[in-house]
């Protein structure tokens, strides 16, 4: 029941507090939110609805989450001519940015020395 009622509060909230307790729901929460921004774009594309004032309205998400003032400027500033897109980066480990270097190392090494395994990976436990 405890279990079920932190992933339910994980799933409605999208919180910081699986990150708190070192659970399984964070790595749950990113899968959730692109697999809603897909469900959204068709729902949207078969003409379901949605909220209007997502951003700046009473209950939007800048009065929501910067309720001491923000520059909503900011959001429209380059619309249309600058695409944020570039900024953007493949994230190729599940892991902190700072492990890649070891992590390139460590396959680099594997593939040099020609290391294989056979480890089953049904097998494998976690504990």
Request: hydrophobic share 45%; with cysteine; aromatic share 10%.
């Amino acid at each position: 029941m405890v279990n079920a009622l932190g992933i339910a509060f994980s799933q409605s909230a999208r919180n910081r507090q699986c990150i708190v307790d070192g659970v399984l729901t964070k790595r749950l929460q990113a899968g959730q939110a692109a697999s809603s921004a897909v469900f959204a774009a068709l729902l949207a594309r078969e003409g379901f609805t949605g909220a209007l004032g997502i951003f700046l309205r009473r209950f939007g998400f800048l009065p929501l989450y910067q309720p001491d003032g923000y520059d909503a400027a900011k959001l429209t500033g380059g619309l249309g001519r600058v695409f944020r897109v570039d900024e953007l980066s493949f994230k190729p480990y599940a892991c902190g940015r700072p492990q890649y270097a070891v992590l390139d190392a460590a396959i680099a090494a594997r593939d040099q020395l020609q290391i294989r395994t056979s480890i089953d990976i049904a097998a494998v436990r976690v504990t």
